[in-house]
């Protein structure tokens, strides 16, 4: 492991010491995101039952996580390389606090596995969360998953290694923390369908010639969510519902054909499930991932959240319900077809699309591009079925290649 350089371990000050030992102690990765932000509001609100005890972030927003590191005095922390870990202790040389800074995939495995904690928060975004996550179930850590990027990429592998270190995966994305609640008690066999909530993204409304020529700005304006830009691109193409289709999937251990999708636009039904018998069982809420952040980090309990977001149903005017236009969106048409696979094409399918969102966002593809030049990398794709992590870390390095190749062709 590499440590940077020879401060104390050990915090010299801390913001906050709680005595109780049947306190929560979490790691989170990802802690200067969208996801990483809400879940360090709803522990600052409950400092007597939640405690942070190690953080990891990028390299992007070490301002925000040096305070992070004033407020919640964790243990460890990572950053991607020495030059972030250079500048963060820079940032916290003006307070008493000091710590060493782990860097690097090391570091970031490191504080995924730290020792106290016992719930690993992945709110990390992409593929970089698999390895972290792989090597938190390995130590019998839970997770309260965010990153579904990890789940569609590596999903079997995920799984059978949670089945094996008798460990729980417990979901932060909205829709999947609905089925989980909404599961309780009944068995697998006894559901007809998942059915997965959305919005309908930014362009819900919009033909396809407005769509086809969305800005990158057009895109960033969703309708109910603020998030982090990958995902929010993600929900303007409906490659996120497809991308939640393969996370069902495996999280629940269900057939992806029987996995439904329903656009909310209100996103006040976070998702349902339909049982046997005709009778369906919805989660609502306002749409505010606190809630969501706040089951996971309590399950199996449920704690009170005084300032949490209310839901008054008197004050809902309506609900609508609209099914989704594959035409307009085809991504969402690409990722069902994909999730129906146990192979290597999922992690293709993730990899090429975190390629090509990057090119959309830095604006050297059009919004049409995107399902254009996933469907050229998944044609080439020549699957592997029921893939080890190799074949996965494999099909990573090849996707991200082969979209790079496609979109340098295509400009
Ligand atoms: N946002 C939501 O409402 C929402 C809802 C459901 C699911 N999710 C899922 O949650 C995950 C996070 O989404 P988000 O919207 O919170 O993303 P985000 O705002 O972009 O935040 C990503 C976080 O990961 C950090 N990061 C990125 N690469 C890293 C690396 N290599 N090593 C360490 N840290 C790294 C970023 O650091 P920097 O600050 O330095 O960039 C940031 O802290 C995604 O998988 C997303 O699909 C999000």
Same mark, same amino acid.
């Given at each position: 492991m590499k440590w940077l350089s020879?401060?104390?371990?050990?915090?010299?000050? %801390?913001?906050y010491s709680p005595s109780n030992e049947n306190m929560k102690k979490i790691a989170i990765i990802g802690s200067t995101g969208s996801i990483g932000r809400q879940a360090l509001e709803v522990i600052g609100a409950h400092r007597d039952k939640l405690k942070v005890v190690a953080l990891a972030a990028g390299k992007n927003s070490l301002d925000e996580l040096a305070q992070q590191i004033n407020v919640f005095a964790p243990d460890i922390v990572s950053v991607p390389n020495g030059q972030a870990a250079g500048d963060l202790r820079a940032l916290l040389n003006n307070t008493k606090i000091k710590l060493d800074i782990l860097v690097g995939e090391e570091g970031l495995e490191a504080v995924a596995t730290h020792?106290?904690?016992n719930l690993l928060l992945t709110?990390?975004?992409?593929?970089?969360?698999v390895k972290p996550t792989l090597a938190a179930i390995k130590k019998g850590k839970t997770i309260a998953l965010a990153n579904k990027e990890t789940l569609v990429a590596a999903g079997s592998i995920i799984m059978s290694l949670v089945k094996e270190k008798g460990t729980k995966i417990i979901p932060v994305d909205s829709e999947h923390s609905a089925i989980h609640q909404c599961l309780?008690?009944?068995?697998?066999?006894?559901?007809?369908h998942l059915w997965l909530t959305g919005s309908?993204?930014?362009?819900?409304?919009?033909?396809q010639k407005q769509i086809d020529n969305a800005t990158v700005k057009d895109a960033l304006q969703h309708p109910n969510w603020s998030m982090g830009k990958k995902i929010t691109v993600d929900s303007a193409t409906l490659m996120n519902k497809g991308l939640e289709i393969i996370e069902a999937r495996w999280l629940f251990d269900?057939?992806? %054909?029987?996995i439904k999708v329903v656009i909310?636009?209100?996103?006040?039904?976070h998702s349902a499930v339909e049982f046997c018998d005709g009778s369906i069982i919805g989660q609502f809420g306002l749409p505010d991932m606190k809630l969501p952040i706040h089951y996971a980090l309590f399950y199996p309990h449920r704690a009170e959240f005084a300032d949490g977001p209310r839901l008054n149903?008197?004050?809902?005017?309506s609900l609508t319900f609209e099914t989704p236009d594959y035409d307009r969106f085809p991504c969402l048409k690409i990722a069902q077809e994909v999730a129906k696979?146990?192979?290597t094409a999922a992690c293709v399918l993730n990899s090429a699309n975190e390629i090509i969102v990057e090119a959309f966002l830095q604006e050297?593809?059009?919004?049409?591009?995107i399902p254009v030049s996933l469907m050229r990398v998944l044609d080439k794709h020549n699957r592997v079925a029921s893939p080890d992590l190799e074949d996965i870390l494999e099909a990573d390095l090849w996707a991200r290649d082969e979209a790079a190749a496609i979109l340098k062709a295509m400009v």
């Open positions: 020879g401060l104390p371990i050990r915090l010299v000050n %801390r913001a020792s106290e904690s709110a990390i975004v992409g593929f970089a969360g309780s008690g009944y068995a697998i066999s006894d559901i007809r309908g993204g930014p362009f819900r409304t919009w033909n269900f057939d992806p %054909r029987k909310q636009p209100q996103q006040i039904l149903l008197c004050e809902l005017n696979e146990d192979s050297r593809i059009r919004f049409k591009d």
